[in-house]
């Protein structure tokens, strides 16, 4: 059984930073693609962050420069660390584990992520 487990969410205010940690079970995350997306209220879900099989990674353009993807194969663990928040960071994070070969795609349950002062 596959398990994608989000933590580190919380209330941030403007300027501050969070880790946000996406912890695998029942799959080897450093042969996925693993991503971040987020999912503001009235919006749609969108990509924020990858880091491939190789570890090539890419950004979003609101978070580039201020978000870092990155990946413990130890820990079978990936991380986004994000800085400099801004309100509207303000949303629920999913991570997300994709296999395209194998048409392999699983979520995590989301962790909420709110900037405010």
């Known amino acids: 059984q596959v398990q994608l487990v989000e933590s580190g969410g919380g209330l941030v205010q403007p300027g501050g930073s969070l880790r946000l940690s996406c912890a695998a079970s029942?799959?080897?995350?450093?042969?996925?693609?693993m991503g971040w997306y987020r999912q503001a209220p009235g919006k749609q879900r969108e990509l924020v962050a990858t880091?491939?099989?190789?570890?090539?990674?890419s950004y979003v353009d609101s978070v580039k420069g201020r978000f870092i993807i990155s990946r413990d194969d130890e820990k079978n663990t990936v991380y986004l660390q994000m800085s400099r928040l801004k309100p509207e960071d303000t949303a629920v994070y999913y991570c997300?584990?994709?296999?395209?070969?194998?048409?392999?795609?699983?979520w995590g349950q989301g962790t909420q992520v709110t900037v405010s002062s």
């Open positions: 880091i491939t099989s190789g570890g090539s990674t």
């Open positions: 029942g799959i080897i995350v450093r042969i996925y693609t």
């Open positions: 997300n584990a994709r296999l395209a070969t194998m048409n392999r795609d699983y």
